[in-house]
RNA sequence: GGAGAGGUGGCAGAGUGGUAAUGCAGCGGAUUGCUAAUCCGUAGUCGCCUAAAAGCGGCUCCCGAGUUCGAGUCUCGGUCUCUCCGCCA
């Protein structure tokens, strides 16, 4: 969330940018500001009370200690109207502080200035396309249809044992599943990355600090027994290792990456946008998190970036960049780089990974800062992204690559396959 | 699941009702003729005052209530960790 001294600094300036995002922040920072003021006004006076009544405390003490019990009772009789009213106050300041921190869960983060203006997923920037769209038979098929073809993917029997999109990968899918885990895993490492198995689990304060709770509830499944949530992307459980801690400044940048299981509800996902894979409630994904100093943090995305597009050109998809609009922007998010790959079967753009700097907006939920040169305490800057998210990529692997022969197994998947084209 | 012990600053670690020891690390400074030693200072957070610092004050010993003029210390509730037992991949 946005730091109360930001918000109370630079009022107008967040409002103004809030609308970016088309979010109207006007009567909550308002709010916000008076607010402010009333909890600062009613602590410098209960912290004023408070000084007195620890100096007469002092000076009852002195007086047991000298034997002077009649000034000690003086005095003792004397705390009691104080006490009554210091801790008025003090109720006064923490009700302040609620309402102030309710008010800016609320709020989502102010845009980066690189954000442009736009209503809706229509409205992203094209900044970059990588590639020729493939060019296939007019009877070439859908990965939904391909994967029964092949015997990859059991989408019926994964209603079956589950429900709608918990998909079963059998033989070379499921080979094929193991393969881009150790593919990226192997990559992220190559590129500085360290490799984290974090827990699928996650605890309330947890998913709060990155901004999944409160609010979006309705995202995540939740385990009532035991008040815990399964991770929608390893984003929560990885980003919130440094939850409370307080960091030196040659820790950073911290660069880590994890393949897990994602889970999500998707509740209010309907139509064809969720036929075969691409819209699950399991996938797979590796994530790449990392933590830097706020200086460093745009040049951070910028490399992060250009790493998944690496990972792109050696899995031989055409992809294209995306900066998201304001009104596309996830809740947490400052900047966004969406990249998509070219669907030939399907004939559509498929979201394979989203790159994204919070700022500072996460790690202030996380309290997660690092001391700098100076010896300031600063928060840190959190950015994370998929790299990448299997669904989509083998939907896209699958069809853009039906040949006579096969599927063919793009040259840097082999290794790790064990086969080169997957065949009937 | 049962029994017991514990949670103190970035880390380690004392502290049985009256201003939170000490060590290490980091940072700042002093001194010294050599990859070093020694000494001094230095926790976080909120508020007041500041142009900024300095300064002053409050809070913080896992969290929340309570007792008390005064709580790290006593009481109650919660939570987490560790040890032993039970169960178990």
Known sequence: MLQLSYVREHKNEIIDRLK?????????????????????QSQTEADAQQAELNKMSKEIGAAFKSGDRQKAEKLKAKTGELKTSTKELFERVSKAERQINNLLLSIPNVPNAQVPAGKSDEDNEVIEEFGQKPELTTDAKPHWDLAKEYDIIDFERGVKVTGAGFPIYTGKGARLQRALISFFLDEAERAGYKEIVPPLLVNESTGIATGQLPDKEGQMYHV??????????????????????LLKKEDLPVKMCGYTP???????????????????????????VQITRPEDSNTTLNNMVEYVKSLLAKLELNYRTLRLCGGDLGFTAALTFDLEVYSAAQKRWLEVSSISNFETYQANRLKCRFKDENNKTRLVHTLNGSALAFPRILAALIENNQTEKGIKIPAALVPYTGFEYITK
Do not use: M, W
């Open 224 to 245: 009532q027994e035991e008040d815990l949530y399964l991770i929608p992307t390893a984003e929560v459980p990885i980003t919130n290792i440094y939850r409370d801690e």
């Open 262 to 288: 994602c889970f999500r509800r998707e509740a209010g996902s309907y139509g064809k946008d969720v036929r075969g894979l691409n819209r699950l409630h399991q996938f797979d994904k590796v994530e790449i």
């Open 20 to 40: 970016i995002r088309n979010f109207d922040g006007e009567k909550v920072i308002n709010e916000i500001v008076e607010r402010d003021e009333v909890r600062r």
